[in-house]
């Protein structure tokens, strides 16, 4: 119960550790979560807190005025401590890699400490608002989290067991029996809209796929029961199923369902996908509008609005990482708008990624200029031959590739002209000299009449003779 180190008295070390204990076996206090929350605020108060002490084995060793007592402070503070012990936005840990989810920890031994802070530290907890999905498919869980990289908080029996959520997602197929173990996980709020569009990418896949489920979704208030869940909370928790369109059918339940969310909900539902034609059409206007705010010099604005025209044909990008979803959904016969060639979707891809390297270079972000061409290259050369090297400056063999791909005719070949000659720009401005001669010179093989880029190719010829 009190919070001090060891020190010496009499100049002799105080081992608290051994320190003999008293009644009932020496009631000890769990504290390693109060240590770790000075340790990350520099306070004043000793860094490394006893894991074990027994009360009258501590008034043995310290002078009052040394003690420290956690219970003494305000409870303002405490309140405080216990957000940040136990809210989930500081519960989430990013993963290493970029394309794993990130996870959840919450630690949860401050609960147990005593009945008064459990109490306290209780009500912290509970301001977390959980949901609870499950499906009769134990490959969901996998696809959620692998494909979706949704931070999945825990599954199987303790997912099942756990009854503090605000939201229950039970899906399944009307008219089959499903016998055996229903698959559940748990997730944070901040993680519906994330569930919610991997869900609508899978439905774009594999067309009708939501036709043949059922959704229901049950409100409830876990700590008063039939208490009303405010509009507000309500709102976050129904409408980001609004993306999950053409289903079986939806049944809605639970804790006073207000009837303006519920039908928001079901016309966002009832509004139908934008076509593959519709989704490249805006693409379009957006990259448009990018090339002007890029020739306005509005380069914040237009960077914006190249990574809007990814998201538009289904291609979400975080940072530097690109992820491109829904594929199948281009891959049917188009009978209307500007675009009856499949491969429409990737000439806008590689225009977008030519476009903003120019920002970055426009910007003289060479390293971000550099880093956008040089996956695309890379990519793009594997696509061919498999090579996935990471060097842009080998020897004119790893660079055969070119040539034999300007023969065929593929699509988006000047623009990937461009990211080549542009990614040697910004590898000139880093002096990788030796990426800027090959990217010139195959730059040359995709773009024949460019004469800034011939120029350049003549430039490097005359230097070999």
């Not at 050369?381 to 070119?402: H, Q």
């Amino acid at each position: 119960r009190q919070m001090t180190t060891p020190c010496k008295q009499d100049n002799r070390e105080v081992n608290f550790d051994t320190a003999p204990s008293i009644g009932n076996g020496g009631r000890t206090v769990r504290r390693s979560w109060l240590n770790r929350w000075y340790h990350t605020r520099d306070l004043d108060y000793p860094p490394n807190l006893v894991r074990s002490l027994p009360e009258a084995a501590l008034r043995s060793a310290l002078p009052v005025a040394d003690m420290f007592r956690f219970l003494d402070l305000p409870a303002e503070i405490r309140d405080q401590v216990y957000h940040d012990v136990l809210a989930s936005e500081n519960a989430r840990r990013p993963a290493d890699n970029d394309d794993e989810p990130a996870t959840y920890k919450f630690d949860l031994a401050i609960l147990q400490v005593n009945n008064q802070l459990h109490h306290e530290a209780k009500k912290a907890f509970q301001d977390n608002v959980f949901v609870k999905i499950t499906t009769p498919w134990a490959e969901t869980i996998d696809h959620i989290s692998s494909e979706g990289r949704v931070p999945i908080i825990t599954t199987g029996s303790k997912a099942e067991h756990f009854d503090s959520f605000h939201l229950w997602i039970s899906v399944d197929t009307p008219g089959i029996s499903f016998t055996g173990y229903a698959y559940s996980m748990l997730i944070c709020l901040e993680d519906l809209p994330a569930f919610t569009r991997v869900w609508h990418f899978s439905n774009l896949n594999h067309q009708g796929l939501n036709s043949h489920l059922r959704l229901s979704l049950n409100l409830k208030d876990p700590h008063v029961p039939d208490r009303k869940i405010p509009k507000d909370l309500q709102n976050r928790l129904l409408r980001p199923f609004g993306v999950v369109k053409g289903l079986h059918s939806l049944c809605v339940n639970g804790a006073k369902v207000l009837p303006s969310v519920e039908e928001a909900l079901r016309k966002e539902q009832a509004v139908p996908d934008l076509s593959p034609e519709e989704c490249l059409e805006l693409a379009t206007a957006l990259e448009d509008a990018g090339n002007k705010s890029l020739q306005s010099e509005n380069y914040a604005i237009a960077l914006q609005q190249y990574i809007e025209a990814f998201a538009a044909i289904h291609i979400t990008v975080s940072g530097r990482k690109r992820y491109i979803h829904a594929d199948g959904y281009y891959m049917r016969e188009w009978v209307s708008g500007a675009y009856i060639d499949q491969r429409v979707r990737l000439i806008i891809r590689v225009k977008l990624v030519a476009n903003i390297i120019q920002v970055h270079l426009k910007s003289k972000d060479w390293d971000e200029a550099r880093f956008w061409g040089k996956r695309s290259i890379i990519l793009f050369r594997s696509s061919l031959n498999g090579d996935r090297d990471d060097d842009l400056g080998a020897g004119e063999d790893k660079w055969a590739w070119v040539k034999q791909s300007a023969t065929i005719g593929f699509p988006a070949r000047a623009e990937m002209g461009k990211i080549l000659y542009r990614t040697a720009l910004a590898s000139r401005e880093l002096q990788l000299d030796d990426e800027v001669e090959n990217l010139i010179r195959a730059a040359a093989i995709y773009l024949p009449n460019d004469e800034i880029v011939q120029t350049e190719k003549k430039v490097l010829d005359e230097r070999r003779d």
